[in-house]
């Protein structure tokens, strides 16, 4: 642990009772760790870097009038420390080491106490003979357009007098060497050797890294600055709004939109779309379209109403090769004048009619032109649909003026025989076209029977840059199975930018059965949004029409985990209370005033804490649900959470109980069952340093587990330390199962160094690594459909319920549950599709936050005081790397009761892990087979 340097100051004295309210103490209380710095040994032409902390635990503000500085050759402050300091701050200061001469050298850093005196902390090092030099001492790549590249020559000259086997390393990003972040030099005593790097830009502006040999640690060694600028067009349109004004029916209007590459290098339109109307034509040179530095072309627009319409409301979406926004939305306004008629919703379903049941809906005609249009007749044809009494006279309407009209659908014994009903609403007008409106419903229980109730799942608010999942289950009464033909967006109907929806589960349903259409939806605007899904099963009448809801928000309350499923369970065994929670991902504080369950008869019991209670940004509440017993059937409902401030989150309840006595039965389906994504959480604290060798010496007992060449896996090496802002953040790009010296640049990797804070957050820093939107550098390491490993790697407990944690930063202090939860959620439930497995090398008894997270995936916990656990890493490696053969199970199963097929076919080559319910294949199944478990579930 590190020596503590304290320097308190009591600025007040306090509660004298002088009449008057009594006067608080106010104390300022400055501690600075560590307490000293030793840099060690460098070679002149290397730098170091240490951290030093500059707390203030009193509650008066730290204003020095001096800002900290440093004493010492070779010694410098790279990054200041921000001040004034608030009471509970923290700010840390860089200093780095780079010896310009022989021998020892001593300095220090000089704060001042709050009391004006000055607060020293000591700084030793020496510098010896450089072994290694690079030449020249800067590489300048030029400007070079994104997407290409341009290489340079670096010469490293070996000046000792043995032979050198060292890593030459890239720090920063746009530039590699052997197409990597790392290369190791062998270099004979007294050569140079050539080295070539590459500059390959992957976004426009400027780039800046430095090369360096690493002859003293982690990035330290004599080093060359690199520069480069990368060239990338971008976009710009004007107008950004076009207004055709008032057009007649029959008639054409041009418009020009000015399309500008205000970027560097060139711009190249690929595509011109014109989204909600036909009657707008775009006309240009031919596609692509390519636009130099600084240069434009006009696109010319031509509307042709073919009918009065009161509001265009179309959009032009240009798409380039602009590396930030490659799209670019133009909405396109105007009107035509005369008589429009307009029917709102476009189609109509009823949902599902048993004989004899009826249901009234209300439809709205609409006046959808500049002028008044005569309505004439309203027609209504098909098997039991019919216009409620009084069936409207004619009437004329003024324009944006609606008539409500009520119709009426009952079912009939050949409506049930036919398995529902389709029929049209037809709208007549003066001078306009005949307005039609397709009618339908469900009916019976003879052959396939689709119901979805409710046909909608609310997403909840989302914040701009995250996503949110939800499914809508789909239950067949009928006698025969339901094979899905078709799932597509519905015609006439909203399905708006960002959402996604997958029918993977719903490609049969057995009678009686059920499945889902899940939902996802990535924000990228605010306001509310909707996506529409038609699904066609094979012999049904009509159409099942199911929907997802959503709002968009600029940053808010989000539920955390979108989705929590329980089950399959048996009916009559009780089901274990999991963790819910809300998120503040916003920048301001919110008041959670009421959290409810929708709806309120859902079998699930979650109690709520005190309310209102006030969210911190950052800030998790955290609750446990836990489902009811209940009979057979699936439930869903939503947790739902809102604010004083007008905002929603929800979370999605689901429950699945199957009937007493039964056994149940599930399936998955292997996708992507050879890509396997590992994350390496690796404590960077003082004492790591050991642990740390063990863990890069022995790679191959870890990947020897990867023996199929199928195989295709990232690794991703962060560390624990949150709060100093290394943890989360990949240390560099992140490799495959194609880097070239892989072992050697997993080795670099996970030597994260011994200069991170004492409070160790693996489990936090896991969370932000696997989140692309917080660190960009990140993306693409996750992959949604991958089988995944963590495996942390620490001396010490998970700190995210220490006090001190929540008070600097609330995101990063969350229950184990949670995680476990997050963990769940980024498979949208279904983690046997794309299986998790936790690992921990720690200190066993020590750490029960690890073993919890652990425990919920059947994870692997090795002992790090052991003398032998890096050879262990084996058993962690052939978990990881045979994850898509690990198919957990929803309910306990009792032993001998499973039986498993693959593809129709019963295997008996699997084994029950004990103590756990996973099952893992003695091989794995081939990628896309459905692998179906039965069993019987004990309580």
């Known amino acids: 642990m590190s020596r503590v340097a304290r320097v308190l100051l009591v600025l007040l004295a306090a509660s004298c009772d002088c009449g008057g309210e009594p006067i608080d103490q106010v104390v300022v209380e400055l501690r600075v760790t560590p307490a000293n710095v030793d840099f060690g040994r460098l070679p002149i032409g290397a730098r170091a870097t240490a951290t030093i902390a500059v707390i203030n635990d009193g509650n008066g503000p730290y204003a020095p009038t001096a800002a900290p500085a440093v004493q010492g050759g070779g010694y410098a402050l790279t990054a200041p420390c921000a001040l004034p300091m608030a009471p509970n701050a923290l700010c840390e200061l860089a200093v780095e080491f780079a010896p310009q001469q022989e021998g020892a050298s001593a300095g220090s850093v000089v704060i001042e106490a709050p009391d004006g005196t000055a607060l020293l902390v000591p700084l030793t090092g020496a510098g010896d003979p450089p072994a290694v030099s690079l030449a020249p001492a800067t590489l300048d790549f030029g400007a070079i357009a994104v997407g290409t590249g341009a290489q340079r020559a670096l010469t490293v000259t070996n000046l000792s007098g043995e032979r050198l086997a060292l890593p030459l390393v890239i720090d920063g990003a746009g530039f590699v060497v052997g197409g990597a972040a790392t290369t190791v030099l062998s270099i004979e005593a007294g050569e140079a050797l050539d080295v070539a790097i590459d500059f390959l830009p992957a976004r426009g502006g400027p780039y800046q890294a430095r090369a360096l040999v690493e002859i003293c640690g982690t990035l330290c060694g004599p080093e060359v600055a690199l520069g480069g600028e990368g060239l990338a067009p971008r976009i710009e349109a004007d107008p950004r709004t076009v207004d055709y004004g008032e057009v007649a029916a029959g008639a054409s209007a041009n418009a020009v939109v000015t399309l500008r590459n205000a970027g560097t290098g060139g711009l190249v339109v690929t595509a011109l779309e014109v989204l909600a109307s036909d009657a707008v034509a775009p006309a240009t040179d031919p596609m692509p379209l390519q636009i130099a530095e600084g240069g434009s072309a006009a696109v010319t627009l031509t509307w042709t109403p073919a009918q009065p319409v009161g509001a265009l409301g179309a959009s032009l979406l240009v798409h380039s090769n602009d590396p930030v926004s490659p799209e670019v939305l133009i909405p396109l306004e105007g009107s035509s004048p005369g008589p429009a008629l307009q029917l709102v919703p476009s189609a109509l379903h009823f949902g599902v009619l048993d004989p004899g049941q009826a249901r009234e809906v209300e439809v709205v005609a609409r006046s959808a032109g500049t002028v008044p249009v005569a309505l004439s007749g309203f027609v209504v044809d098909g098997d039991g649909f019919s216009l409620v009494a009084p069936t409207p006279s004619a009437t004329a309407l003024g324009p944006g003026a609606a008539l409500v009209l ?81 799932a597509a967006p519905a015609d006439g109907l909203s399905f708006d930018d960002g959402f996604t929806f997958s029918a993977a589960r719903l490609a049969t349903v057995a009678p009686g059965g059920s499945g889902s259409l899940d939902f996802g939806f990535t924000s990228s605007n605010t306001g509310s949004h909707s996506a529409f899904v038609s699904l066609t099963f094979a012999g049904t009448a009509a159409e099942l029409l199911v929907s997802a809801t959503a709002r968009g928000v600029a940053g808010a309350l989000v539920g955390d985990p979108p989705l929590l499923e329980f089950g399959p369970v048996v009916e009559g065994c009780p089901t274990e209370a999991r963790s819910a929670g809300f998120l503040n991902d916003g920048a301001a504080l919110v008041s959670v005033d009421a959290i409810e369950l929708d709806p309120p008869t859902a079998p699930f019991d979650a109690p709520p804490p005190t309310l209102p209670m006030a969210l911190e940004p950052g800030a998790l509440l955290s609750m446990d649900v836990a489902p009811r017993l209940a009979p057979a059937g699936t439930y869903d409902a939503d947790l739902v959470a809102r604010t004083s401030e007008g905002l929603e989150a929800r979370v999605h309840l689901r429950l699945h109980v199957e009937p007493a006595g039964s056994a149940i039965t599930e399936t998955f389906v292997v996708a992507g069952s050879t890509a396997v994504d590992v994350l390496f959480v690796v404590d960077d604290s003082g004492s790591m340093f050991d642990d740390q060798e063990i863990l890069a010496a022995n790679f191959d007992a870890f990947i020897a587990g990867a023996s199929d060449p199928n195989l295709d896996f990232h690794i991703g090496v962060t560390t624990t330390d949150v709060l100093g802002g290394t943890g989360g953040p990949l240390v560099g790009p992140f490799l495959r199962d194609s880097t070239p010296g892989l072992a050697a640049l997993f080795a670099d990797q996970v030597r994260v160094g011994v200069e991170g804070g004492g409070l160790e957050l693996g489990l936090e820093a896991m969370r932000r690594a696997l989140d692309d939107y917080a660190n960009t550098t990140n993306a693409g390491f996750a992959r949604p459909s991958a089988a995944l490993s963590v495996v942390v790697v620490s001396d010490e407990e998970d700190g995210g319920d220490i006090p001190d944690v929540a008070a600097l930063d609330p995101s990063a202090a969350r229950p184990p549950e949670a995680y476990v939860e997050f963990l769940n959620g980024l498979k949208i439930g279904s983690v ?105 579930a004990g309580c």
């Open 406 to 486: 009520r119709l009426r659908a009952e079912g009939s014994a050949s409506a049930a025989a036919a398995g529902g009903a389709e029929g049209t609403l037809t709208v007549t007008g003066e001078g306009v076209p005949d307005a039609l409106m397709p009618l339908a419903y469900l009916s019976g229980t003879t052959g396939c029977q689709p119901r979805a109730s409710p046909a909608n799942t609310n997403l909840g608010a989302v914040p701009i840059g995250r996503g949110s999942q939800g499914s809508v289950t789909v239950q067949n009464v009928g006698d025969a199975p339901c094979d899905l033909q078709r």
């Open 832 to 936: 046997t599709n794309a299986p998790v497995l936790f690992s921990m090398v720690g200190t066993p008894l020590w750490a029960p936050r690890y073993q919890f997270v652990a425990d919920a995936f059947s994870g692997v916990f090795l002992d790090i005081t052991a003398a032998d656990w890096g050879a262990q890493l084996s058993t962690i490696g052939n978990a990881t790397f045979g994850l898509q053969r690990l198919f957990r199970l929803g309910s306990p199963p009792q032993s001998g009761t499973i039986v498993v097929t693959i593809d129709g076919t019963p295997t008996t080559a699997f084994t029950l892990l004990p103590g756990t319910s996973a099952v893992l294949l003695d091989a794995p199944a081939p990628e896309g087979s459905v692998v179906v478990i039965t069993y019987q």
